[in-house]
Nanobody, 123 residues
């Protein structure tokens, strides 16, 4: 059974940083691209970022480019999202998701998601 467990969310002020983590189990982690998606209150699920199976290619939605960095450690079955220069509009529940592919497809929100971690940006 695929399991994804996110952590690292919290309450921060605008301009601050957070690092989200996702522990994966139940599948061969290093064979699949992984994505981060988020859902803000009252809004639809939004694709945020994707990293290919080997970690060599990364992709971001325009609103987070230059501020967020996705990475992975295949030896640890772990996925990360570094969030910098956070804005109030980044407030959302962040989910990591397993895709069905080794490569990234922009907008792919994944086939299995974790329970999410809350990120709240407020002054």
């Amino acid at each position: 059974e695929v399991q994804l467990v996110e952590s690292g969310g919290g309450l921060v002020q605008p301009g601050e940083s957070l690092r989200l983590s996702c522990e994966a189990s139940g599948f061969t982690f290093n064979r699949y691209a992984m994505t981060w998606v988020r859902q803000a209150p009252g809004k639809e699920l939004e694709w945020v970022s994707c990293i290919t199976w080997d970690g060599l290619s990364t992709f971001y939605t325009d609103s987070v480019k230059g501020r967020f960095t996705v990475s992975r450690d295949n030896a640890k079955n772990a996925l990360y999202l570094q969030l910098r220069l956070l804005k109030i509009e980044d407030t959302a529940i962040y989910y990591c998701a397993k895709t069905a592919n080794a490569w990234c497809f922009e907008g792919d929100r994944g086939e299995v998601r974790g329970q999410g971690t809350q990120v709240t940006v407020s002054s």
